[in-house]
């Protein structure tokens, strides 16, 4: 099997490793150990914000360069929050260099490069605590979020003031470090120009009543909405100036999208009653690599686990699935009882028409929980080389992973839907 190779991480660490190289041989030699080490860790915080700055455009060219979304979204919360500690390195490290290997304060040579830092500083770190903070409401830590782009503005005059001390902007690692701030401002107007875009334009024509749920129907207003998605892709869903992720819930290729919205938050709660037909949205997308199939070119042996809102992905399948298929799947549904699974009776009757496809309850509330033992008999009768497709809260996937460990890493697919820490 050929392994696609993705060009993003590889074109970055070679960046990374260029820029601590260019630290080593150019700022250490000329200021000393301390100060280059203090460069460094500044270099390398401004390359991360750059680096996360591009990680949160909403373009096909992440996916392409990166993999699925939902994975480089994870990567972008793990460098966020990585950041603040490389950065805080640099700020106990710059005022001790200068103290002991130039003999002199910071104060001494007060420069605009001083309060621009601390600026940038204090504005980026608050941008990041806040994103962790579960008191925020989703809407405000969106505007906030906005924030890190604010702070790399500033902190990108703070390095072009202060780095004369250190290097040349003209040497490799001033060239580095240039292209780093083309990255990180060019993916600042990105997302500015597509928060104002907000989207392809559609218009709600049907919406459903699930259960704990709405399903709304959406039409593209122009000739051409987004481009046509696979099965189990999500999109970008802006109503009522926010935006949410959500997993497109009609079958694959299909004009009219379907997406499900259940109650999760003030917005979603005030969707249940707020959205209408005519309403008017936007979307972006489609995203995503968690596209179970079904068919002739399907794997033989499927395992399908939908925990919650979980089940979208695979309503998308089955909803274009053939009667007919070259393999067999079961569903498993982990839910409290049957009036907590959002169209239970449309899964059932598509189980009952499709001899390939087995719908397996696991309600708590008949005693059937999806425990440990559950998922270990689960394991126990399946033939080898069954693909396994989890989605649904982040305790219940993790929990069925630690259970198929002895299943090949290639063969368990896991939907990373929580997009924010909550």
Same mark, same amino acid.
């Given at each position: 099997m050929l392994l696609r190779v993705r060009w993003g991480p590889f074109v970055l660490v070679? +960046?990374?490793v260029g820029l601590a190289a260019s630290v080593l041989f150019l700022a250490v030699p000329a200021s000393g150990w301390l100060t280059g080490l203090a460069v460094l860790a500044g270099a390398v915080a401004y390359a991360m914000m750059a680096t996360n700055l591009f990680l949160a455009i909403r373009r096909p060219i992440l996916e392409k360069l990166f993999g699925p979304l939902d994975r480089v979204y994870a990567a972008h919360r793990v460098i966020g929050t990585s950041i603040v500690g490389v950065l805080g390195v640099h700020v106990v490290l710059i005022p001790i260099a200068s103290a002991v290997e130039r003999g002199e304060s910071l104060l001494d040579n007060l420069s &605009?490069?001083?309060p621009l830092g601390v600026l940038g500083t204090f504005l980026l770190v608050g941008s990041i605590m806040l994103a962790h903070s579960r008191k925020v409401p989703y809407d405000r830590w969106q505007r906030v979020h906005m924030a890190t782009g604010g702070a790399f503005l500033v902190l /990108?005059? =703070?390095?072009?003031?202060a780095a004369s001390g250190w290097f040349s902007l003209a040497s490799p690692m001033g060239g580095l470090l240039g292209g780093f701030a083309l990255l990180g401002l060019g993916s600042f107007v990105v997302r500015l120009v597509d928060k104002a875009r907000g989207g392809a334009r559609y218009t709600v024509v049907e919406t459903l009543k699930r259960e704990r749920g709405l399903e709304v129907v959406l039409r593209p207003e122009e000739a051409r909405g987004i481009a $046509? =998605?696979? +099965?189990? %892709?999500?999109?970008?869903?802006?109503?009522?100036? #926010?935006?949410? $992720?959500? /997993?497109?819930?009609? +079958? +694959?290729? &299909? #004009? %009219?999208?379907s997406v499900l919205i259940r109650s999760s938050g @003030?917005? /979603? @709660?005030r969707a249940q009653t707020g959205l209408a037909v005519a309403d008017r949205v936007r979307v972006d997308g489609p995203f995503g690599a968690f596209t179970p199939s079904v068919g002739v070119d399907a794997p033989p042996h499927q395992v399908w686990i939908a925990g919650g809102a979980g089940i979208t992905p695979f309503l998308s399948v089955l909803r274009g699935s053939p009667e007919v298929s070259g393999g067999q799947v079961e569903l498993v549904i982990a839910a409290r009882h049957a009036g907590d699974v959002p169209c239970w009776d449309e899964l059932s009757t598509l189980a009952s028409t499709r001899s390939w496809?087995?719908? /397996?309850p696991a309600f708590s509330a008949r005693g059937g929980r999806l425990d440990d033992d559950a998922v270990d008999r689960l394991v126990a009768g399946k033939p080898e080389g069954t693909e396994w497709y989890l989605c649904g809260p982040v305790g219940l996937t993790a929990m069925v992973e630690r259970r198929l460990q002895h299943v090949p890493d290639a063969r368990v697919h896991r939907e990373l839907y929580q997009w924010r820490k909550r």
């Amino acid at each position: 099997m050929l392994l696609r190779v993705r060009w993003g991480p590889f074109v970055l660490v070679s +960046a990374f490793v260029g820029l601590a190289a260019s630290v080593l041989f150019l700022a250490v030699p000329a200021s000393g150990w301390l100060t280059g080490l203090a460069v460094l860790a500044g270099a390398v915080a401004y390359a991360m914000m750059a680096t996360n700055l591009f990680l949160a455009i909403r373009r096909p060219i992440l996916e392409k360069l990166f993999g699925p979304l939902d994975r480089v979204y994870a990567a972008h919360r793990v460098i966020g929050t990585s950041i603040v500690g490389v950065l805080g390195v640099h700020v106990v490290l710059i005022p001790i260099a200068s103290a002991v290997e130039r003999g002199e304060s910071l104060l001494d040579n007060l420069s &605009v490069a001083i309060p621009l830092g601390v600026l940038g500083t204090f504005l980026l770190v608050g941008s990041i605590m806040l994103a962790h903070s579960r008191k925020v409401p989703y809407d405000r830590w969106q505007r906030v979020h906005m924030a890190t782009g604010g702070a790399f503005l500033v902190l /990108t005059l =703070h390095m072009v003031i202060a780095a004369s001390g250190w290097f040349s902007l003209a040497s490799p690692m001033g060239g580095l470090l240039g292209g780093f701030a083309l990255l990180g401002l060019g993916s600042f107007v990105v997302r500015l120009v597509d928060k104002a875009r907000g989207g392809a334009r559609y218009t709600v024509v049907e919406t459903l009543k699930r259960e704990r749920g709405l399903e709304v129907v959406l039409r593209p207003e122009e000739a051409r909405g987004i481009a $046509p =998605h696979r +099965a189990g %892709q999500f999109v970008f869903l802006t109503a009522n100036d #926010e935006t949410h $992720p959500f /997993t497109v819930t009609s +079958a +694959a290729g &299909v #004009e %009219q999208l379907s997406v499900l919205i259940r109650s999760s938050g @003030d917005w /979603t @709660d005030r969707a249940q009653t707020g959205l209408a037909v005519a309403d008017r949205v936007r979307v972006d997308g489609p995203f995503g690599a968690f596209t179970p199939s079904v068919g002739v070119d399907a794997p033989p042996h499927q395992v399908w686990i939908a925990g919650g809102a979980g089940i979208t992905p695979f309503l998308s399948v089955l909803r274009g699935s053939p009667e007919v298929s070259g393999g067999q799947v079961e569903l498993v549904i982990a839910a409290r009882h049957a009036g907590d699974v959002p169209c239970w009776d449309e899964l059932s009757t598509l189980a009952s028409t499709r001899s390939w496809l087995t719908l /397996t309850p696991a309600f708590s509330a008949r005693g059937g929980r999806l425990d440990d033992d559950a998922v270990d008999r689960l394991v126990a009768g399946k033939p080898e080389g069954t693909e396994w497709y989890l989605c649904g809260p982040v305790g219940l996937t993790a929990m069925v992973e630690r259970r198929l460990q002895h299943v090949p890493d290639a063969r368990v697919h896991r939907e990373l839907y929580q997009w924010r820490k909550r």
